[in-house]
């Protein structure tokens, strides 16, 4: 795998994302677009419809990801 082009974004799972958003924001896709798509306007907080948990399940490993960023 070379670049996120070669993930297949359709797979993404609340399991997963973390694999495919370091891929995508290496690459300078923002938060947000990792989330919804790319070119998206959907802001971050708002639960993308492959997160199949609660809405603090979702909030909280946001939050997770983003400190682990740091």
């Not at 799972?13 to 947000?32: H, P, Q, V, W």
């Not at 603090?56 to 400190?67: D, G, H, Q, V």
Request: proline share 3%.
């Amino acid at each position: 795998m070379s670049n996120s082009y070669d993930l297949q974004w359709n797979e993404i799972t609340e399991k997963n994302f973390y694999f495919y958003f370091f891929f995508g924001m290496s690459e300078g896709l923002t938060l947000r677009e990792c989330c919804h798509g790319k070119g998206s306007q959907i802001p971050a907080q708002v639960q993308p419809d492959w997160y199949k948990g609660t809405y603090i399940e979702y909030a909280n490993s946001i939050k997770t990801y983003i400190r682990d960023m740091l």
